[in-house]
């Protein structure tokens, strides 16, 4: 048995029994409610090494034995971690070269977690020891579907190790120093290196200004951790072949590139439902669009790993979920794609760090609080939802949103430098899409445009020749492509082309682009009979072949494109030269949608109503206070507040 086997989508969550092993009486009572919740799957043991491991080498899994087995009699499959996510105080002190040092070069004291070093050979052996214990004992127990592996991946460690390690990565990516220093261009400011010794990190005082090392440093970051999950994955593979997955998180390591060793994507969600800068749909959309990535990062289904069914204790802001809205929430989740909902954290531990983070189960003990009964009606409707587990549906658009993209634009000097940008600017493209209807995949830069009868591109400012080899070999087989300002400023180690951009790709898109300027002052634009505003930034486009539809009206750059398009091969390429208003987006998509002829799952929305499919079924949801509506198939939908439903396409399309 393996979680792919489940009849049913995962329901349940972060299970912690060790916080309550002198209370006996709290796991039977665990037992019972998570039978009225219909909990038929839990994560456990991710921070329970200092219950397992008391001393090096002795390990009692007396507690671990009496709740697996408590779980499966109950009817409750695991999702089993391995706990190197946080230490036992007797091994940072045994061994203090397990823990970080910070970027000033300062070791780390014991506490919190996510505080070790990647590279340090005893925490590996360490770790190994223990995932190899817990992979033999329960590796092949009935009610163990998967591993857990570690939690949630992140941080850097700077220590003299790490250091030496990523000058052997340099040397493999770069061969020659040579290389590396035309790479980074580090004539500039006299940074030449004349030895590998004198390479070192970004240290917090030392050399953060060459952002060809700040990328490499990301990425070599990125790929030791994920050398240290293979370890892991390994160690435990000795006796067990379970599915492996790790809770990633939205950012810091290349999630994309991590995603190729997991075997299946799972992500952790905790959006700031109903705050005061944005509408809730707005906040559903950030959660939709990391759903959508991590779906097609293996283009298929994902688990949503975490999501709290209340409150945060973490956020500015410790806002509750109002009545209604975890159901939506987590239906949003399946919609795009989730195979389950899962939450941190099935009861409020007593004490520490995260007493007031929301769970299932209350400091009160009973279902009788709103969380739990709301919790209980889902995991009741979910149970009824077979048929849409395992199934997936790829989008016919997808908007790129690329991680490494993001870091280089993010470290670069020039534009708006406090915000640049990034995700905001794909964020309202593929809310424009959204709001058409259409379903929408988040793919890395280097994701295969297959199939996809549009793809959307902006601020992808770092394009490497065979990245815009790619690009134009979509756009030149028929594809429709469009781009916006910032296109192929740079290469992949953040050297600007040289020949005017976009570069590699002026021909494909029939422009060149001679300067960008960053606003303080909106400015306007007309482009299919109406103006638009500009906001941040817009550049000075030279057309070459392509047809202009849109033009500055005001700057010094009045009469200049603004929006482009130019036909490549048998395909088109668009390029929007500014950051326009969300109603431009919305025009110009919806002339898109039609001319490409992507499927719209419904139409005629209000605001905060959009629709997903998902195999058989369409999931419209309504992320408003309001009543909401949709027209889908001829038939009118109404929906109230945090309303939704599941059509089939069988029955009720
Ligand atoms: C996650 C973490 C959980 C828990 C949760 C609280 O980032 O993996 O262990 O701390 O946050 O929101």
Known sequence: MNIFDMKNLCYGGDYNPEQWINYPEIWDEDMRLMKLAHVNCVSLGIFSWASVEREEGVYDFSWLDKIIDKLWKNGVYIILATPSGARPAWLSQKYPEVLRLNSRGLRNYHGRRHNHCASSPKYRERVAAIDRALSERYGKHPAVVAWHISNEYSGRCFCPLCAENFRGWLKERYGTLDELNNAWWSAFWSHTYTDWTQIEPPMFDGETSMQGLNLDWKRFCSDL?????????????????????????????????????????????????????????????????????????????????????????????CKLKEPGLNALAGVQAIAHGSEGVMYFQWRKSRGSYEKFHGAVVDHEGSENTRVFREVAELGGELSE????????????????????????????????????????????????????????????????????????????????????????????????????????????????????????????????????DALYKTQTFSAFGRDYEIRDYMEAVHVQDAEVLGEYKTSFMAGMPALTVNRFGAGKAYYIAARAEDEFLSEFYSRLVSDCKITRNAVNMSDGVYAVRRGENIFVMNFSEKDGFARISGEDIKLPPYGYKILTSASDI
Request: aromatic share 14%; with cysteine; glycine share 8%.
């Open 225 to 317: 951790t994920i050398d240290f999950f293979n370890a892991e994955v390994a160690a435990v593979r000795e006796f067990s072949d379970l599915p492996v997955t790790t809770n990633f998180l939205t950012d810091g390591l290349n999630f994309g590139k991590f995603s190729k060793y997991v075997d299946f994507v799972s992500w952790d969600n905790y959006p700031r439902w109903h705050n005061d800068y944005e509408n809730l749909c707005e906040t559903a959309a950030l959660s939709a669009f990391y759903h959508d990535m991590f779906r097609s990062f293996k283009a298929k289904p994902h688990l949503m790993l975490e999501s709290t069914p209340s409150n945060t204790n973490w956020q500015e802001v």
């Open 385 to 516: 939802l077979r048929n849409v587990k395992g199934s997936y549906t790829k989008a016919e658009v997808a908007v790129i949103y690329d991680l490494e993209n993001g870091w280089a634009v993010n470290d670069m000097k020039g534009l708006k430098n406090e915000h640049k940008g990034y995700l905001k600017d794909c964020l309202s493209h593929y809310r424009a899409l959204q709001k058409l209807g259409a379903n929408i995949d988040v793919i890395d830069a280097d994701a295969s445009f297959d199939g996809y009868k549009l793809v959307v591109a902006p601020m992808l400012y770092m394009v490497s020749s065979a990245r815009a080899a790619r690009i134009r070999e979509y756009i030149g087989g028929g594809g429709v492509f469009a781009a916006t300002y910032l296109l192929s400023y740079v290469n992949e180690t953040d050297l600007c082309h040289l020949g005017g951009f976009p570069g590699g790709l002026k021909d494909v898109f029939g422009i060149w682009n001679e300067e960008i």
